[in-house]
């Protein structure tokens, strides 16, 4: 089946520790969102890619990078993480057209020591 | 003023119950309307989509959608316990923007 995979499922890692997670798509699609989700709180969208084109949300961290090297893998990197960077990471993919559904993966919950 | 507005709950509904949630938007030029249901530490998942006004079925979901009001509602009928989840409305106009999500709790 086509899908978003998110890896790993948990992460555990220590303060100021670089961290990435990963997530590739079988759907063929040409964007990629990256979101940190908090409690009882929206999704809120970090960046995305719209093939190799990389989109940057003014309020995201400089703390947090991306890298998609092909269509299929995409990259999250938090440099330095500190306590407040605790939360799920959302991966999710579209077909172009800004007005397609987002596909989202399994997500990966990030704690931090 | 937040873009996306969801009543946060929670909401409450016996079995077999019709249970309605809200949402409101502020941008008068969002296209493209979504509800994603997410289960307790899961992600997001489609549940329904809707791009033009009036309704939309898929078995026991209706999507609603009244642009003039800006306004989009989910009703779910015969409501099982299966159905507790946070849904979530996702806006868009270019970018998506999700709402913070109604708590659904169906009371066996």
């Known amino acids: 089946d086509a899908m978003v995979i998110q890896n790993p499922r948990y992460q555990v890692t220590q303060f100021g520790k670089p961290v990435t997670l990963s997530c590739s798509q079988t759907l063929n699609h040409n964007v990629m969102y990256w979101y940190q989700q908090k409690s009882s709180q929206a999704p809120k969208l970090l960046f995305h890619y719209y093939d190799k084109d990389f989109n940057n949300e003014a309020d995201t961290p400089d703390n947090f990078q991306s890298r998609r090297p092909n269509t299929s893998f995409c990259f999250l990197d938090i440099r330095s993480p500190g306590l407040g960077d605790a939360a799920m990471y959302l991966c999710?993919?579209?077909?172009?057209?800004?007005?397609?559904?987002?596909?989202f993966g399994d997500g990966t919950r990030l704690s931090i020591l | 003023q937040k873009e996306v507005e969801q009543n946060s709950g929670p909401l409450s509904v016996p079995e077999g119950a019709i249970a309605s949630l809200n949402c409101t938007y502020s941008d008068r030029g969002s296209q493209s309307f979504f509800w994603y249901r997410q289960y307790s530490g899961k992600s997001p998942e489609l549940i329904m989509s809707i791009y033009s006004n009036g309704d939309k079925e898929d078995g026991r979901f209706t999507a609603q959608l009244n642009k003039a009001s800006q306004y989009v509602s989910l009703l779910i009928r015969d409501s099982q316990p299966s159905d507790s989840a946070t849904y979530l409305c996702?806006?868009?106009?270019?970018?998506?923007?999700f709402g913070a999500g109604t708590r659904l709790t169906v009371k066996p």
């Open positions: 999710a993919t579209s077909s172009v057209g800004g007005n397609q559904p987002q596909h």
């Open positions: 996702a806006v868009t106009q270019g970018d998506m923007r």
